[in-house]
């Protein structure tokens, strides 16, 4: 019986002689599998991000280069062998922005995250915990009805400190009675955003990176487009109340949902609850009021 499975071996063998298979360890097939996901990933960063554009003008100067050695225009080659270096420094200046958010990105992947806090328990303060939750849709909710703006952030895993260094320190407990004399218009607190850390009021008037998306609906104001543009920095979220509309918004991951009503905006907070799956979560169901701008 072994002589005929390796006489059907050397058969297999002979018969694909002609066929080059390249002598491959383990360590090779990790090294493809590991390229390829770093390639995945960056071709996805890039068709998501404002890179994309901006690598599209780097190609057509790359095909203008290229054709310049295929003609051999030894001039434009001289010159662009010269700045080489200016041109190097020009992209890293240029895709800054990008390079700084893939880098967020890399840090908030969960793979990262656990290896550098495996050690490290977790405190109870960064839960954003259901006494806050409660009081924060309160607060909605009444703005809402009364119309009155206000922007609130809610620091997730990523450090808003740069931006809580822009306005006033406070140091309170989240009240729906302490945010709404905040926000009342006129009073010298009631411009800019509202920073809540580990369930705590730590500053107020901060200011926040508008995005520059082009997609963003033109009715929504200012507020708006600060709250989307820090929710794109970083992994907090932001409760926007219109002024002109008292419509309740919340901008998370990038994205704005919009027309909430008092269950909506509660779902929405729930999920930077880091609740562990065994501990009881209240309704996640949204209801009406919950669609994305």
Not at 22 to 49: A, G, R
Not at 258 to 268: F, H
Request: a neutral charge; charged letters at 25%.
């Amino acid at each position: 019986m072994a002589d005929m499975a390796a006489s059907i071996w050397s058969s297999i063998k002979s018969y694909l002689d002609w066929f080059y298979f390249p002598k491959m360890s383990w360590t090779d097939v990790l090294d493809i599998l590991l390229i390829s996901y770093l390639l995945y990933h960056i071709l996805l960063w890039l068709k998501t991000s404002r890179a994309w554009t901006l690598l599209r003008g780097v190609a057509i100067i790359a095909l203008f280069l290229g054709l310049a050695a295929l003609l051999r225009l030894n001039t434009i080659l001289w010159i662009a062998r010269n700045l080489i270096n200016v041109v190097l420094l020009t992209l890293i200046v240029l895709f800054q922005p990008e390079l700084r958010h893939a880098l967020d990105e890399l840090g908030r992947k969960n793979i990262l995250r656990n290896i550098i806090n495996s050690s490290v328990p977790k405190s109870e303060n960064t839960i954003l915990d259901d006494r806050t939750v409660f009081e924060l849709v309160k607060t909605a909710t009444v703005l809402s009805k009364s119309k009155t703006g206000a922007l609130i952030v809610l620091e997730h895993e990523t450090p808003l400190g740069e931006y809580i260094n822009t306005g006033i320190s406070l140091d309170a407990v989240v009240t729906e009675q302490l945010l709404e004399n905040i926000f009342e218009k006129n009073t010298p607190l009631h411009d800019g955003a509202v920073i809540i850390k580990n369930n705590r009021i730590v500053a107020a008037t901060c200011y926040l990176p508008l995005t520059d998306r082009t997609d963003v609906n033109k009715e929504l104001g200012t507020r708006h487009r600060a709250g989307l543009g820090i929710s794109e920095a970083t992994d907090s979220m932001t409760i926007i109340v219109s002024e002109e509309t008292g419509g309740v918004s919340i901008a998370h991951g990038g994205v704005l949902y919009r027309d909430l009503d008092e269950n909506g905006i509660r779902t929405q907070l729930e999920k930077i609850q880091d609740k562990p799956e065994d501990r009881p979560v209240k309704s996640r169901k949204l209801k009406k009021g919950g669609r994305k701008a």
